[in-house]
């Protein structure tokens, strides 16, 4: 006569039954579920806690819990989170003047009408001379020359 295992009541065939196909694939079914089961843990099967808390719970959980909060501004804290990142952003930022404010002009009303009055992409014109031996004056490849007062062209034949 058959018996059954205590944990996952699987069935046992005594030494002298016959062996049901149908028992084998109900014990199989019951260790594939019960593997499966145990395979992908639950957030309460892992803590033992119930997943969502109350915000009375959450403050008896925290009652007793120190925080440890960095409050000097030092490149030298123990806190990995602490307040580097607002004291290399201090050590960065531009000081207040006293008078000025964010739309104080730094330079005259003449100069910034001068600016104002440039176009974007704009160059400087330098008008050429024929006389000019160097910068940008100077006409590169120049056919043109003064002798005396005088134009002269100079023709090179190729």
Known sequence: MATYTPNYNLKK???S??????DLNGNFDAIDSQMKANSTPSWNSITNKPELYTKSEVDDLL?????????????????PVQNKVIKSALDNKVDK???KGLSTNDYTT??????????AGAEVN???????????????NNPFSIVDGMI???????
């Open 17 to 22: 039954d016959f062996i049901h196909v149908a």
């Open 152 to 158: 002269m062209v100079t023709f090179t034949e190729e």
């Open 63 to 79: 009652e007793n819990v120190e925080i440890d909060v960095d409050s000097a501004l030092s490149d030298s804290s123990e806190n």
């Open 126 to 140: 330098v008008n050429a001379d024929l006389n000019a031996t160097s910068g940008d004056a100077q006409i590169l």
């Open 110 to 119: 003449a100069e910034k009408s001068k600016l104002e009055g440039i176009a």
């Open 13 to 15: 065939p005594d030494g």
């Open 97 to 99: 003047v006293n008078g």
